[in-house]
């Protein structure tokens, strides 16, 4: 290969890196697996326990293997104490704030290394191993710490490889680690276990940064940057952060891949790049590890619920947040008329980053997405703004290319991760920050060497002084946060809001979610490029320095410690974390003090320091209210005397003449409005669904049952889009809509509930209600960012009316999350009816309600076929509530229809009642029960109560 100059020496040293990535890797999959995140303070552990050896064998004068032994033990002790003291208070919430906590805390131990080791012995100066040989390949001298890696390294992932699978211990970390519940349940402390597996890994990074350090000439000791992370990160995701022999196996070709490329002047710039297509593709071939990654922990409400309507009568609540903005936006300005040019550039760079920080904040706080790539976005901005500004002389033209541009480059990025959410976005997201930073700047149509950026001008005023740019920086900084409050506060934010909640249900109200979600991800990555472009032109020269992929992980802890779930959290965490660090300049103790008390807030306030305010704040109009009158808990809450509406609303017989227009029947003309035809799934070796068809007329109500794991539910996703039959044809209302997707059967009519109706935990009813008006009034993006209100304040009125006829009024403010489930499923119900469904699937509606809700439920099932003229078909273990809807029946088992007829034909079935009973005939007949006789004899209804599926033994 020409170019190429790849020898034995280039493949030892490959090889040698390669070992160190894939320790890295092994330490990265046993804390993923265990904890379900990146360990961000990874590399840190492993720093410490080299400024341990170094403290050992430098100043002590220690024996070097003795030191080495007992490094390794306090880096491993360390690493265990962190998940003791940090990772098991986070237990519950999402894995995010796991990795922002160990961010912090690796700042905090590579402060501590600093401390220990204040020789700042490393690089050549650092010990090396002693008492094994050395030598040399091709002039290339080998050096103990090779020697030491290329022998200790195998034998420590060998043994480790040996205990994981062989040993007592070992088996319990893996058991632990794949399912904590089962492994509790049969006896094994799965809290423990993560422990050690997180001891395991800080031992592994003390052993490969106190064998690296001696060979990285002059480099001080730090934590894991985003570049190692991510060598490290490649070889996990090859292995689905799960196979340890596959990481390292992957990280040795990847060590061996980068000696090549280095070998070669032209592609010396490309290593990053090669990394990153190498994570994309690995990502793509498993989508389960996005799924896997996705994040269970709760959800906090992405924005506290709008002021109670009572309080909009009290005029110090309105004119306050009105004063404070004035004044808040009064101080801004006036800084720039006292502050000198060097702290304005400080407070330009804190506009900068709380630009980028609410780009965080909307994908972060608002949909739960993790990017570690928002300076990416910001960098490209920055350079196609200042480029187009040169060349059209027109600086608000240069903004908006630059402003497009990210947008345009977060939206591609997303597409790959689309798919995949959870980890997925988070590690492509860093791939691509490093691949812009270390390759696509670094070209000349981006910022080369360097480019001098153009400053703007105000009615020909060059901004050139850094206090008039700040004045600029501000102007920007309002724009961005206005918009992003809009955006966050609207219909946009809603809907984005109940994709992350629950995805299958928004998508069941014809949210779309793959549009939503590019949506999402251009907007963020144009806020990103704003605050890029403030950055950018606030510099006398940029170059790719400017945009370090450091600054995407900085800013993610900028958002979380201001508040994720407030829009103006980005702005109180960047004057702490940037502002004040740049401004009083900061000892060493100033930066663990301030590393500590990052990690006091993400464990300690949920919701940031911005929470804390907004509480505050809202402790102040609660009482100010009080003094008006008003009582603020009723009004928070809807709170009720106790005649008040304690009992069900189903009790309450809910108005629906007129609600919605009446669903036409079949608009084709077809005797059935719904025909499934021959429809198959298999899931590996089940068949879940086997041939099914059935035809449904347009007003009918027709009763599905089967025993457990019949394949009903299978048979309803696939009739409303969410799996892909097999073979077969679903026909709606004349049309094949076999390859549509849910969203698009939903807005055709075709609407589907769900077995838990569990809508938006975090959303409170009358927003679910507005979310689900999204079939008859989409939201606009546009209109949401502008903030136009005449839309919401349509849909708010119309979730209003169908709350009241549906009964619901006193929940319009509670949480969806905090109701019972009678009440959930009426909520669900009146969504659903709100979507003006022609055929409503219905999935075992009675399930988790009371009894006398149940009759109910019935009442209403059958008023709203009357008063709507919806077709229905039901899924129901309740037989005989759905005996009374049903006009006709179906019954499923192992996946087959295995009788159809009226209820009373179905229920009497012989093979039904086998099938629900087992084909064990001595169990009916000891049960009592007897099958439908010829003459007419029907005896006790084997089914006639409520089934509850009898497992033959
Ligand atoms: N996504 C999936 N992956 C693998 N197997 C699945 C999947 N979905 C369903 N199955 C299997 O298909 C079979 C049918 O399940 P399904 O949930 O459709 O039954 P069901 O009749 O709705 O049962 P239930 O009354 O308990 O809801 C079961 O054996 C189930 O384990």
Redesign the pocket.
Known sequence: MTGFDFGIDRLVIGLFTGLTYGLLAVGLVLVYRSSRFVNFAHGSIGAFGASVLALFVADWGLPYWASFVVAILIAALLSGLVEVVVVRRLEGRPSLVGMIATLGLSQLILVMSLVINSDGVSGFTYPKPTLLPTFEIQSLPIGTPYVAMLVLAPVLLAGLGWFLRHHRMGMAIRAAADDPDIARLEGIPARWMATLAWTIAGGIAAFSAILVTPTTAGAGMEGLGPDLLLKGLAGAVIARMSSIPIAIAASLGIGVIEQLLLSNPDTRGLVTVVIAVIIVVALLRQPQLGRAGQDKGRWRRVVLPPLPEAYRGVRSIVWLPRVSVALGIAVAVGLAYVVSNDTASVLTLVAGYTLVGLSVGLLTGVSGQLSLGQFAYAGIAAAASVHVADSTSNFLVGLLCGVLSAAVASALVGIPAMRLKGLALAVSTLAFALATSTWLLRQGVFLGDGIAPAKPTWWDYPLEYAVDYYLFALLMLCIGVWVTNNLRHGGFGRMVQALRDNEHAARAFTVPNRMRMLQLYAVSGGLAGLGGIVIGHGQSQLTVNSFPAAASIDVVAVTVVGGLTVTLGPLIGALIIVGLPALVGMSTVGQAALAVAWLLVVIFLPDGIGGVLVRGRDLLYDGLARRHGIDPLRERHGVVDATGHASSPLHERPRLEGLVPRAPAATHGAASILTVDGVSRR??G?V??DHVGFEVAPGEILGVI????????????IVAGF?RPDRGRIVFDGIDVTSATPEQRAREGLVRSF?DAALFPTLTVHETLMVAQERVEPTRLWTSALGVRSAERDKSAAADEVLERMRLTHYARHAVGELSTGTRRVVELACLLTLEPRVLLL??PSAGIAQSESDALGDLLLEIREELGTTMVV?E?DLPLLSRLSDRMIA?NL?RVIATGTPDEVRTDPAVVTSYLGADQAAIHRSGLRLAQPDGDRGPDPLATRIQPVTSR
Not at 706 to 717: L, V
Request: aromatic letters at 8%; one cysteine or more; charged letters at 15%.
């Open positions: 899931f590996g089940v879940a669904v089967g025993p457990n794991g019949a394949g009903k539910t299978t048979c309803f996703e799996t077995q999935d075992e899924i273990h499923m996946g």
